[in-house]
């Protein structure tokens, strides 16, 4: 026996205290899924929380069952100087390759290139997005009779135009939708076809008074049956700000959608 | 095995740094590996949000699933102290015991990563098919071989408890094991965190920082 400090069999932590710790990092995940699912509940304070808290379990587990809290500093040194280096590469990779000065920025060119996703088993429904667009000359006929009046019936093209600015412009709805030819969002559900599918959707609710309530209202119920149909995605916050003519002009031109 | 022997651990050699190299080894291989997968992060980091085809993480990242698979890792780290525990106490039922439920509870991650690669792949995500799969598959895929390489390490020594050789004496073999294995743990914590609960919602680059920056943007 020599009279080294017992490197590698100090005190280990008690049985009481593993399970505390196990019982921490249980409650930590679970509180880390519910943030996030099926939706982000914090907004934008989401990531940070979820990075500290992993941090919290991350030190936990080198402290506690790593047992780095009761051992010689020097292996705590050790292992946060890799640690650290690595975080430093990693840092300094995200930087390097971020867009800093770079046209065109990467993120750029993917999106301009970006394919969108069909996913499997949707070629059967192809058929459908191939019928040629029968409704071009469609709402011109119903608009004949009172072009560009602004009272915001069926068929106003003005309101229609606005309707379509604001959807691949302010409104911010492209990032989210698919119309094919016009926007290719992947989040929420294709619209390509909303305006005949719309009138489905909820038996005795006309196509109009859906989409109005879809937008003015999307947290109050979801459709069913529908891809990507995913409950709190679209937030009503997202379109408090719009006024009613606003809304008309999206639901235009969302029956346009055939 | 004598008594006085389940506190205190003789043939402590000497050494100049007052460690047992063996286990400063271990903590230095961590250290290093920290940089292996520090470097893998990174690249998934950086070419997040520039695939330009699908699948994209929102079409295939299954979050419940891969939650349940995150409990079990996370219990398994609890079975790994309860056999060093059992090792120090000279409990060779227990070793054996929590040795097994250590590395079972590894196996039960490793077939939910072989259920998830072998969705994604029906999904028609391959390494090959796009920024994401090779990102996606290479950091996760390495982890993988880290689980499988700590069960092996763990069956090991469950046939090394067997036979009796396990207790207070070689209690260090236990320990480094389950430095490893805890290892292997936070390095789960971090890449769970990252791919799935932050990256899991990422849509085609379209919409990256597009739809929420807020929610998105705050890390790309």
């Not at chain 1, 990075?51 to 506690?64: D, E, N, P």
């Not at chain 1, 292996?75 to 890799?82: D, E, M, N, Q, V």
């Not at chain 1, 135009?161 to 604001?166: R, S, V």
């Not at chain 1, 926007?183 to 619209?191: C, E, F, H, I, S």
């Amino acid at each position: 026996m020599t009279s080294q400090p017992e490197a590698g069999h100090s005190r280990h932590p008690t049985f009481k205290q593993y399970v505390v710790v196990a019982i921490i990092l249980f409650v930590i995940t679970a509180v880390e899924f519910v943030i996030i699912f099926p939706d982000y509940k914090l907004g934008p304070a989401t990531v940070p929380t979820l990075i500290i808290l992993s941090m919290v379990k991350f030190a936990t587990v080198i402290f506690f069952y790593m047992h780095l809290k009761f051992d010689p500093k020097l292996l705590t040194w050790i292992f946060l100087s890799g640690l650290a280096l690595g975080t430093v590469v990693t840092f300094s990779l995200l930087f390097l390759f971020s867009s800093v000065g770079a046209t065109p920025q990467p993120r750029d060119y993917a999106r301009d290139n970006a394919v969108p996703y069909v996913e499997h088993g949707t070629e059967e429904d192809k058929p459908s997005s191939g019928t040629p667009p029968e409704t071009v000359p469609e709402t011109p006929d119903q608009s004949a009779p009172e072009p560009t009046t602004g009272d915001g019936g069926p068929g106003d093209t003005a309101l229609l135009a606005m309707g379509q600015e604001i959807f691949t412009g302010a409104g911010g709805c492209s990032a989210c939708h698919t119309i094919e030819g016009i926007t290719a969002g992947l989040v929420g559900p294709d619209l390509t076809h909303i305006g005949t599918d719309a009138s489905g959707r909820i038996s005795g609710v006309s196509a109009e008074d859906y989409l109005t309530e879809s937008i003015r209202n999307p947290e109050a119920f979801v459709a069913e049956g529908v891809d990507r149909a995913i409950a709190g995605l679209m937030l009503t916050a997202l379109t408090a700000n719009l006024s009613d003519q606003q809304v008309d002009g999206l639901v235009q031109f969302l029956l346009a959608q055939r | 095995m004598a008594h006085g022997e389940t506190v205190h651990h003789a043939e402590e050699e000497y050494t100049s740094t007052g460690l047992n190299h063996r286990k400063l080894l271990m903590w230095v291989f961590l250290s290093s590996d920290c940089l292996f997968f520090g470097a893998l992060i990174a690249t998934y980091m950086v070419y997040r949000g520039q695939s330009v085809v699908g699948p994209y993480p929102i079409d295939i990242i299954d979050i419940p699933v891969t939650t349940i698979s995150t409990f079990v890792l996370l219990c398994s780290s609890f079975a790994m102290v309860q056999a060093l525990a059992a090792t120090n106490a000279n409990n060779q039922r227990g070793i054996q015991i929590w040795l097994l439920v250590t590395a079972f509870m590894g196996l039960i991650f490793i077939s939910f990563q072989a259920y998830e690669f072998n969705a994604f792949r029906a999904e028609g995500l391959l390494i090959s098919t796009n920024l994401f799969g090779s990102t996606f598959f290479t950091l996760t895929g390495f982890h993988g071989a880290h689980v499988t390489l700590g069960i092996v390490w763990l069956l090991g020594l469950y046939w090394v408890a067997r036979k009796g050789r396990l207790g207070p004496r070689t209690a260090l073999d236990v320990e480094i094991c389950g430095l490893y294995w805890h290892f292997v743990d936070i390095v789960w914590i971090i890449i769970f965190t990252l791919l799935y609960l932050i990256g899991g919602f990422d849509t085609g680059p379209a919409a990256i920082g597009g739809p929420a920056p807020a929610l998105m943007g705050s890390l790309v």
